[in-house]
């Protein structure tokens, strides 16, 4: 008999990184949080971790990395592996595969953090079956990955779904959007900045009848009608921050229902439209599935 495989995992945000070691799914043998500094600062604690860890279980078959975005992911390109141009203060440019390459002298998984959360998804949580699942998150940001028939979606770069552009709610025509880039694309009107630079509190602050409900539903529904348009999922994955709102996600299928006019071929949202099955597990098992298929 061979020994179970031993694998890294990296779920590296824009304000942490969580690692993980891990067997498979559900033998996480150690995780840790380290705060997203500077790249020397937050790849050392993380390069620290993984040496531990090797000390005490020998060396890893592979690692996977899920990481905030954008990123390079072009296999081709002489910076795959790197992050692109970010307003994130000093890390455009920072390689995040290679440092951890070396060290670990293993084969690297590497994505965004919502392809690999729908990745996770797809093999424990809930798009298990899907053949097309969308994973969206709405937080600090909105960002979504795809997988389509098991593959997640990179193409020139990778889905940047918090910036599609929304038809403007009736009620809400004068906000100008808080996008560096577009001002009132999607991110720009729901994501969480964007709530509180209009009401100046949180969605689930808010009380139940406040007109911000229908408003941000309406947006996140435009989202999931872009998806059944585009890529015809059988499951759209809601979560972040902003989605912990009680009976948001029953508004946004409400709303999407209204907004498809019947179209798509269902009419049963609340099917399509699910909060994530593995909670905020989906990053760190988002960066396991990577490096589980980083080493077939
Ligand atoms: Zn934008």
Redesign the pocket.
């Known amino acids: 008999m061979t020994a179970a495989p031993l694998f890294g995992c990296i779920e590296a945000g824009g304000t942490k990184f969580v690692l993980g070691v891990a067997r498979d799914a559900d033998t996480m043998l150690r995780t840790a949080r380290v705060p997203t500094t500077t790249p020397a600062e937050t790849l050392g604690a993380a390069l620290a971790f993984f040496a531990d860890a090797q000390a005490e279980w020998g060396a890893f078959d592979a690692l996977g990395i899920a990481a905030f975005g954008p990123i390079v992911l072009d296999r081709s390109s002489p910076h795959w592996g790197t992050i692109a141009e970010t307003p994130k203060r000093g890390w455009s440019g920072t390689d995040l595969v290679g440092p951890f390459a070396r060290a670990l002298a293993c084969p690297v998984g590497f994505d965004t953090d919502v392809n690999g959360a729908v990745l996770a998804e797809s093999l424990w949580g809930a798009a298990v079956g899907a053949d097309i699942a969308v994973y969206v998150t709405v937080g600090t940001g909105i960002g979504g990955g795809a997988l389509i028939e098991d593959r997640p979606v990179h193409g020139s770069r990778h889905p940047e779904m918090?910036?599609m552009l929304p038809r403007r709610h009736a009620d809400d025509r004068d906000f100008a959007g808080t996008?560096?880039?577009?001002?009132d694309?999607?991110?720009?009107l729901a994501s969480g900045p964007a709530i509180h630079a209009r009401w100046g509190a949180s969605l689930s602050e808010l009380a139940a009848d406040h007109p911000a409900h229908a408003i941000i539903a309406y947006y996140l529904a435009q989202l999931v009608v872009a998806q059944q348009a585009l890529l015809s999922p059988r499951r759209i994955i809601l979560g972040g921050g902003v989605l912990a709102t009680p009976g948001l996600l029953d508004r946004v299928r409400h709303e999407a229902a209204t907004l498809a006019g019947g179209y798509f071929g269902t009419g049963d949202y609340a099917r399509l439209i699910v909060h994530p099955g593995l909670d905020d597990r989906a990053g760190l098992l988002g960066a396991l599935a990577l490096a589980q298929r980083a080493c077939r």
């Open positions: 918090g910036h996008c560096p880039f577009h001002g694309c999607l991110e720009g």
